[in-house]
């Protein structure tokens, strides 16, 4: 019987050659719209990684990345695509504000974990209803997270239009958080053990970024839910025939998913603006899906991949800002590009691949199949 393909041509060699092809037709298309390509390498490498306030900022935007990508994974391992985190995430920031806005006056060490739970409930149960639907109506997960996206955001408008929006200000935001709500940055805790880190919103929320990939590798490889989880994924009805049951496992996977993008909230909203405002997601939620792709759906390669987005992120906004012809969009098609090629073109590359290798007589496992 074929064996399956070996883990480091899946989750290291083929995304590294999809990702490799993906700046290849990145310098194609900056070198068509009149863009030099090495000054454009130059500026976004230096503005990401060439210095300790880029660095910063990388992996401040990195942390939103690992939260969504962790999201969309830890859904698609129970064989869900998830693609709701953009109003998960915008739950768990109105969960947030509330109670920094509205809560009690706590010290941080009480703080921080009162805003995490609080942030995993509000995203946790706004992903349970997609989830109980397609558990037990067979609802298309696809459909009802787009729709709880949609709701969500109009949710947050009326609310900052209507009972949460700061006096006199024109703008539909909240009030400022009292600063000592503020998570700690990086720079001020660094400082407290006489390490200097040049200014950047990155905060104390890395570091549980960086905790939720050990937890959710854990769970999925360590744990019987976890394996559960994968089973479910892998052949539901199999796994219905094994006597795992199915509605549940879809119920609390969505609800530890939600939960995961919820805490998005805890980086942008309590981390880096201290007030609640409609466009804090940005587009993270939706990030996610390229962020899993790129990392093969492991925690280890989410993390990976996220460093890598929060490099695209800044060092595209230092192109944008050295030079008139680049805009924003560049990003947006980096990120195109990127799920071109290691999604929809996987097989593009993967045949020449295995046969280059000698590897005809190994397989792909059997993947998931989103619903």
Not at 141 to 162: E, Q
Not at 251 to 258: A, H, K, W, Y
Not at 342 to 350: F, P, Q, R, V
Request: charge should be neutral.
């Amino acid at each position: 019987m074929p064996k399956a393909l070996p883990w480091w041509f899946t989750s290291l060699l083929l995304p590294l050659a999809n990702i490799f092809l993906t700046f290849i037709a990145c310098g194609i298309v900056l070198w068509l719209v009149g863009i030099d390509v090495t000054h454009a390498i130059d500026v976004m490498f230096s503005g990401a990684l060439g210095s300790s306030e880029g660095i910063g900022y990388t992996l401040f935007y990195a942390t939103n990345f690992i939260f969504s990508g962790l999201a969309v994974s830890l859904a698609w391992q129970a064989g869900l695509f998830n693609i709701g985190a953009e109003g998960q995430a915008l739950l768990g920031g109105l969960g947030i504000s509330l109670v920094c806005l509205y809560g009690p006056q706590l010290p941080m060490y009480l703080l921080f974990p009162l805003t995490i739970t609080i942030a995993a409930l509000f995203g946790g149960l706004w992903a349970l209803i997609p989830g109980w639907l397609n558990a037990y109506r067979g609802s298309h997960i696809v459909i009802t997270t787009i729709m709880f996206n949609l709701i969500a955001s109009s949710l947050i408008v009326y609310l900052l239009v209507g009972p949460l929006k700061q006096p006199g200000q024109m703008a539909a935001v909240s009030s400022t958080f009292d600063q000592a709500t503020w998570l700690p940055t990086m720079e001020q805790l660094l400082g407290n053990v006489g390490i200097h880190l040049a200014s950047s919103p990155l905060n104390l929320s890395f570091l549980l970024a960086v905790v939720c990939c050990i937890l959710v590798y854990s769970y999925l490889w360590y744990t019987r839910m976890g394996f559960e989880t994968r089973v479910v994924g892998l052949d539901r009805a199999g796994a219905k025939f094994g006597g795992i049951a199915s509605k549940r496992i879809i119920i609390s996977t969505m609800i530890l998913s939600g939960a995961l993008a919820g805490f998005i909230g805890l980086n942008e909203v309590q981390g880096s603006s201290h007030q609640l405002h409609v466009e804090f997601v940005s587009g993270y939620g939706f990030a996610g899906i390229a962020i899993a792709l790129m990392g093969r759906n492991h925690p280890l390669g989410i993390f990976v991949a996220s460093i890598l987005f929060g490099a695209l992120y800044q060092g595209g906004g230092e192109l944008a800002f050295s030079d008139d012809n680049v805009g924003h969009d560049v990003i947006l098609l980096i990120q195109a590009l990127v799920v071109l090629f290691c999604g929809a073109l996987e097989w593009m590359l993967k045949p020449s691949l295995i046969r280059l290798l000698g590897l005809n007589r190994w397989q792909s496992p059997n993947k998931a199949q989103p619903s």
